[in-house]
């Protein structure tokens, strides 16, 4: 058994508090996003109903920093571990990032991904697609939060005018007939710019792994196909030269059978004289 002291014990124990911790945090994301949406998506909501939501908020936000708390305490590399958490750190730090920590709902992915490598191209999907949703419903709920503030001038003023800017951004397409105004939008759209231009970077080299890889298997059936043609023919032709050495070989046999005493034409009779017609 490891001591603590030991290296590796550190990481068995935070793995084990992932493990643990794994499924309460995915519910906490869910309580944070629906708390965090409902307001948005009903403005005209009373003032303590948004106090009420606040405090949640927060309450969510406060355990997600206890957490990350926990997991540098119990990491045996602390400075490597904050390292590869920046983001996480952000998050937590920069009040105007806070709703990036929607992102952590991808930890059913992550867990997924911890299955053999025959799963990958499944996970892959699985990881694209559901990256995909959240950051697109994410985006739109900050988005819209952000250009309430632009009033009059603002061309977004509803979750779906949101949503389908949200979906056209991080595609790419920008048709332009809904645009953030404001400071905070557009930051957000520049995040979700990024975002979808790595998303779909990520699903073209995807499928073009997986059709080259469908194109490679397909060849080697065909080269194997080819293959097993060959290896008949060269049989076949390995009988016949068989065969035909075997005839060879036969031919002085019937040659000497042939000119032998007694062997195929008799002879005539020295004592009959041949007719001359």
Not at 31 to 51: E, G, H, T
Request: hydrophobic content about 45%; charged content about 20%; glycine content about 10%.
């Amino acid at each position: 058994m490891n001591h603590p002291d030991q290296p590796g014990a550190g990481d068995s124990r935070l793995e084990a508090w992932e493990r643990r911790t794994a499924w309460p945090l995915i519910a906490l994301s869910v309580v944070f996003l629906f708390v965090y949406a409902v307001p948005i998506l009903k403005p005209d909501m009373s003032s303590l109903q948004r106090n009420v939501s606040e405090c949640i908020v927060v309450g969510v936000w406060v355990l997600f920093g206890a957490d990350l708390v926990v997991r540098v305490a119990l990491s045996t590399n602390r400075i490597q571990f904050l390292r590869g958490h920046l983001f996480d750190i952000a998050v937590l730090v920069l009040p105007m990032l806070r709703p990036l920590r929607l992102l952590r709902l991808i930890t059913p992915v992550l867990t997924l991904a911890r299955r053999t490598e025959t799963l990958a191209r499944g996970r892959l999907a699985l990881y694209v697609g559901s990256t995909t949703v959240l950051l697109t419903m994410v985006a739109g709920l900050a988005v819209l939060d952000a250009e309430r503030a632009a009033g009059d001038d603002a061309t977004i003023n509803s979750y779906s005018e949101a949503l389908w800017w949200a979906m056209v951004t991080i595609t790419t397409v920008g048709y332009g007939d809904h645009y953030p105004v404001t400071l905070s939008g557009k930051l957000v759209a520049s995040a979700l710019m990024i975002g979808g231009i790595g998303l779909i970077g990520f699903v073209t080299g995807s499928l073009a792994s997986w059709i080259v890889e469908r194109i490679s298997i397909s060849g080697q059936q065909t080269q194997q196909a080819t293959r097993d043609d060959i290896t008949n023919v060269l049989t076949e032709l390995s009988k016949l030269r068989a065969e035909v050495a075997e005839l060879r070989g036969g031919e002085p046999e019937r040659a000497d059978a042939l000119g032998a005493p007694g062997g195929g034409r008799s002879s005539p009779d020295p004592g009959i004289a041949p007719s001359r017609g």
